[in-house]
C-alpha cells in the first residue's frame, strides 16, 4: 500500500508569504492529486499531475516522479487561502490493495493558516 | 454548471437506525466513489461504482452498502450505524477509471456531516 506523507502538519504565516507544502509517496504513481478542504466543507480538486509543473493563479504545484515528491506553492497568500491542503495518490494495481486502481490514498494533511 | 450534489448536508441519526446518504452528478461520469472521512483523519476510500460493476475496498465493514440505480445517482446506506460510523462522508465522481490522465481527476460533493446519538 502506499504510503503518503505531508508536511508540515500545521502551517501558520503571514498574509502575503511565499508557503511551500511537501508531499511524498513510497510506491509510484499514476497521477498525484492537490485537494483543497475548508472547515467543515467538502474537497476541491485543485491540482492532478503526473510529471512536471501545474500552475493556477497564485497556486504552483511540482512533481518529481524518480524522487517520489510533490510541493504546493501559494504566492503571495491570502487569509482565504486558509484551509486544510490535502496530497492524494492514484497507485496503479489491483482493486483489492486498499486505495489502488481507482481510489485515492490520502496524506493526513497540511492545516494553513494566514494571518493578516 | 455540471457539479456533484449531497444531500443532505448534516445527517443526524439514532444508534442502530439506519440511514442512507444521497449523492447525485451532473457531470455523466462513469465512476462515482464513497469515501470516509473521520475526525482529523484522512478520507478513506470505502468503494466505487464503474458504471453497475460494484467494487469494495477490502476493509470497509459490511454495514455498508451501496446503491446504484442510473448514472446520476449514488447512495449508501449503513444498515445499522454505531457511534464510531459518525464521521463526514463524501462522494466522488471521476470520467474514467484506471492509470492516470485527465479523465481521471477526481470531483467531490461538499460531504455529509452525520452524527449518531
Known amino acids: ?116 | 454548471d455540471a457539479m456533484v450534489i449531497q444531500n443532505p448536508r448534516y445527517q443526524v441519526t439514532q444508534f442502530g437506525k439506519p440511514v442512507t446518504l444521497s449523492c447525485s452528478q451532473t457531470l455523466n461520469h462513469n465512476v462515482m466513489y464513497w469515501y470516509q472521512q473521520k475526525s482529523s483523519q484522512a478520507p478513506k476510500l470505502l468503494f466505487h461504482y464503474y458504471d453497475k460493476d460494484f467494487n469494495n475496498e477490502a476493509d470497509t465493514p459490511d454495514n455498508f452498502q451501496s446503491r446504484r440505480p442510473n448514472t446520476s445517482f449514488c447512495f449508501l446506506d449503513i444498515r445499522s450505524p454505531g457511534l464510531g460510523d459518525a464521521a463526514m462522508y463524501l462522494c466522488a465522481t471521476s470520467r474514467v477509471r484506471g492509470a492516470g490522465g485527465p479523465g481521471n481527476e477526481q470531483f467531490f460533493g461538499p460531504g455529509t456531516r452525520l452524527t449518531v446519538l
Open chain 1, 1 to 116: 500500500k502506499n504510503e503518503v506523507e505531508q508536511s508540515p502538519q500545521n502551517l501558520t504565516a503571514q498574509e502575503g508569504e511565499f508557503i511551500t507544502i511537501n508531499c511524498s509517496y513510497s510506491v509510484g504513481i499514476s497521477a498525484l492529486h492537490w485537494l483543497q478542504q475548508h472547515p467543515g466543507g467538502g474537497i476541491v480538486s485543485l491540482f492532478m499531475l503526473s510529471s512536471g509543473k501545474k500552475k493556477h493563479g497564485r497556486l504552483i504545484a511540482t512533481i518529481n516522479i524518480q524522487e517520489k515528491h510533490s510541493s504546493l506553492h501559494i504566492t503571495a497568500s491570502h487569509p482565504r487561502d486558509s484551509a486544510v491542503y490535502i496530497c492524494a495518490v492514484r497507485t496503479p494495481g489491483d482493486l483489492y490493495s486498499g486505495g489502488g486502481a481507482d481510489g485515492l490514498t490520502f496524506g493526513k494533511g497540511t492545516h494553513l493558516i494566514i494571518q493578516p
